[in-house]
């Protein structure tokens, strides 16, 4: 499966935005579907991701109850909304797919196939 993110950009603290992460190739029926995220210096860490079925969802706490994943079967495509962005919410973030779990994953080196990232700025 290839995997291409995009929905970066600048905003402002207290916006939203939505990020999408368009798969080819194979369903993301076929995964779970993750994103992460990497602000300069510091490690990827995990921000959530979505079952197989679409019917499970896990955030890190540090997004949830603000940040949404969800997935558009039709279109083969994952969301990442994102509401009431902080300036620690700046960072790449990848969407990525795990082709051998069913429900939930947490850890980056068990995903097998990732995207090439998308610039989120979020200024105070």
């Known amino acids: 499966v290839q995997l291409q993110a995009f929905g970066g950009g600048l905003v402002q603290a207290g916006d939203s935005l939505r990020l999408s992460c368009a798969a080819s190739g194979r369903t993301t029926s076929d995964y779970v579907m993750g994103w992460f995220r990497q602000a300069p210096g510091k490690e990827r860490e995990f921000v959530g991701c979505i079952s197989r079925s679409g019917g499970v969802t896990d955030y890190s706490d540090a997004v949830k109850g603000r940040f949404t994943i969800s997935k558009d079967v039709v279109k083969n495509t994952v969301y990442l909304q994102m509401n009431s962005l902080e300036p620690e919410d700046t960072a790449v973030y990848y969407c990525?797919?795990?082709?051998?779990?069913?429900?939930?994953?947490?850890?980056?080196?068990?995903?097998?196939?990732w995207g090439q990232g998308t610039q989120v700025t979020v200024s105070s």
């Open positions: 990525a797919a795990d082709a051998h779990t069913h429900f939930v994953e947490r850890h980056p080196l068990n995903y097998d196939y």
